[in-house]
């Protein structure tokens, strides 16, 4: 079992910043590939970015790619989604989630269904 909790979360104008934070506790967070979601009202989750258990692999939804950043920090149990230049279509509550996977290729890893463990999810809004 691992436990997901994100904070980070807020209010912010188009053009800024957020940072997410997702603590994990539980088995060995550092053997888990990390994702983040989204879910915006009345849409479906989307993918948005994942990162490889030892970091090597990273990959992103074209919609986030040059915008936002993820890492982890498999010491302090910590992964991180760095949002930059926001925009309101980034509003959404962002969920980051855990899978235990071999893939060293974090493009296979987009589809929510392949991570058991899922946060409760934290909300950002973006004003115009």
């Known amino acids: 079992q691992v436990q997901l909790v994100e904070s980070g979360g807020g209010l912010v104008q188009a053009g800024g910043s957020l940072r997410l934070s997702c603590a994990a506790s539980g088995r060995t967070f550092s053997s888990y590939a990390m994702g983040w979601f989204r879910q915006a009202p009345g849409k479906e989750r989307e993918f948005v970015a994942a990162?490889?258990?030892?970091?090597?692999?990273?990959y992103y939804a074209d919609s986030v790619k040059g915008r936002f950043t993820i890492s982890r920090d498999n010491i302090k149990n910590t992964g991180v989604l760095q949002m930059n230049s926001l925009k309101p279509e980034d509003t959404a509550v962002y969920y980051c989630?855990?899978?235990?996977?071999?893939?060293?290729?974090?493009?296979?890893?987009?589809?929510?269904?392949?991570?058991?463990?899922w946060g409760q999810g934290t909300q950002v809004t973006v004003s115009s």
């Open positions: 990162i490889s258990w030892n970091g090597g692999s990273t």
């Open positions: 989630a855990a899978s235990y996977t071999t893939a060293r290729n974090m493009g296979v890893m987009t589809d929510s269904k392949k991570y058991a463990y």
